[in-house]
């Protein structure tokens, strides 16, 4: 539930205000709302310093990346006076932050240690060097939501999806975190998934990418076309995660199976390079750092990759097709992405022609 604050009780425009971009907004309002439960604010040095040093908070509790909102020295100071501030978003205040500490940070060992590069190619070290320099911290109160908009229809708090999930009388439910639009591999993925679990929890990230990612009106008209067509009524919820991409590989699965705990979720599908970028991570990386995290109170679910078989006549893996490099077709986000940049139609037994028809109907699918 959104943290209620009457801005009847206090006149606003008599304490100091903050623009806030709307990303930063998306962020407070994931605080709000629980989906980055137990986070009640933007985190504090202490926290912060726990987060990047062992990714856990300073009470020892699992989280992985730090949610923070950097400002200039002059802000900072002016924040620290005020003691609350107003946040404003597109001229509209929207909500209250109640200030508990203002810190500096070590960008470069922010970057080494969540995303275990400093390579400035990667977007997420190239985000945290173009940071302010000063971190505020402290509790939020936000009072007025982002206006409707069609990429926000199927936005959900983790109570509404709670309820669901207990309307429609699921026990197991399992999370699948997408940043692309489906080909038949994520299909057979999930379906896989679907038929060892009572319920699919479909969660595509809407937010900022990175340059030739697919743009979130394409992935959502994609993901709704399929579920019409391929799934049966009821099985899955399609439920969209408005937040931005980090790319943090490792850290980042652990991230994003916290807010698919939040939701409801009992596991989450977690495949061979979750949430990675370029070649920054080892493919099993996202995998393996849950061993260090058995506190999590969802479980993972751990996939090969998959690919088509031409002498099996569909999908598997290594693990249960005998067949040789030269009878896979591999398949992926940037194989995907190439066809569809030349105008050329998937054949079926790689995208569905109804998605595929979806994505050639935009002149420009991609993120500039």
């Known amino acids: 539930m959104i943290n209620r604050f009457d801005p009847r009780q206090k006149n606003l425009d008599d304490i100091f205000s903050i623009a806030i971009d709307t990303d930063i907004r998306n962020d407070i309002e994931n605080i709000a709302d629980g989906i980055f439960s137990p986070l009640e604010g933007f985190v504090c040095q202490t926290d912060f310093e726990s987060i990047v040093n062992q990714g856990r908070l300073s009470n020892g509790l699992p989280w992985t990346i730090p949610i923070v909102l950097d400002v200039d020295n002059e802000t900072a100071l002016k924040m620290k006076d005020a003691g609350e501030v107003s946040l404003v978003n597109n001229s509209e205040?929207?909500?209250?932050?109640?200030?508990?500490?203002?810190?500096?940070?070590?960008?470069?060992?922010?970057?080494?240690?969540?995303?275990?590069?400093?390579?400035?190619?990667?977007?997420?070290?190239?985000?945290?060097?173009?940071?302010?320099?000063?971190?505020?911290?402290?509790?939020?109160?936000?009072?007025?939501?982002?206006?409707?908009?069609?990429?926000?229809?199927?936005?959900?708090?983790?109570?509404?999806?709670?309820?669901?999930?207990?309307?429609?009388?699921?026990?197991?439910?399992?999370?699948?975190?997408?940043?692309?639009?489906?080909?038949?591999?994520?299909?057979?993925?999930?379906?896989?998934?679907?038929?060892?679990?009572?319920?699919?929890?479909?969660?595509?990230?809407?937010?900022?990418?990175?340059?030739?990612?697919?743009?979130?009106?394409?992935?959502?008209?994609?993901?709704?076309?399929?579920?019409?067509?391929?799934?049966?009524?009821?099985?899955?919820?399609?439920?969209?995660?408005?937040?931005?991409?980090?790319?943090?590989?490792?850290?980042?699965?652990?991230?994003?199976?916290?807010?698919?705990?939040?939701?409801?979720?009992?596991?989450?599908?977690?495949?061979?390079?979750?949430?990675?970028?370029?070649?920054?991570?080892?493919?099993?990386?996202?995998?393996?750092?849950?061993?260090?995290?058995?506190?999590?109170?969802?479980?993972?679910?751990?996939?090969?990759?998959?690919?088509?078989c031409k002498k099996c006549r569909g999908y598997s893996s290594a693990k249960i097709c005998p067949h040789n490099s030269e009878e896979r077709e591999e398949l992926s986000g940037t194989k995907m992405r190439k066809l569809v940049s030349s105008g050329t139609m998937p054949a079926d037994h790689l995208m569905r022609p109804e998605v595929a028809k979806v994505i050639l109907s935009y002149t420009e699918p991609f993120v500039k």
């Open 93 to 308: 205040a929207f909500g209250v932050m109640s200030v508990e500490d203002t810190y500096q940070f070590d960008k470069l060992k922010v970057a080494k240690e969540i995303y275990q590069t400093v390579d400035l190619q990667h977007p997420g070290v190239m985000k945290t060097m173009n940071m302010n320099d000063v971190l505020v911290g402290g509790k939020i109160h936000v009072f007025s939501r982002i206006p409707f908009s069609q990429s926000r229809k199927l936005r959900k708090t983790p109570s509404e999806t709670r309820n669901e999930i207990l309307t429609r009388g699921w026990k197991s439910i399992v999370g699948f975190q997408t940043r692309n639009v489906p080909h038949v591999a994520h299909e057979t993925l999930q379906k896989t998934a679907l038929s060892l679990f009572d319920g699919l929890f479909i969660n595509p990230l809407i937010g900022k990418k990175k340059m030739g990612d697919f743009k979130d009106e394409v992935i959502l008209q994609t993901y709704e076309t399929l579920l019409g067509s391929y799934y049966s009524s009821g099985s899955a919820m399609l439920v969209t995660l408005h937040t931005e991409m980090r790319y943090a590989g490792p850290k980042e699965a652990i991230h994003h199976a916290i807010m698919r705990k939040n939701f409801g979720c009992t596991h989450l599908i977690i495949g061979r390079d979750h949430a990675g970028v370029g070649d920054y991570y080892q493919p099993l990386a996202a995998q393996k750092i849950f061993n260090e995290y058995p506190d999590l109170d969802i479980e993972p679910v751990f996939f090969p990759a998959f690919y088509y």
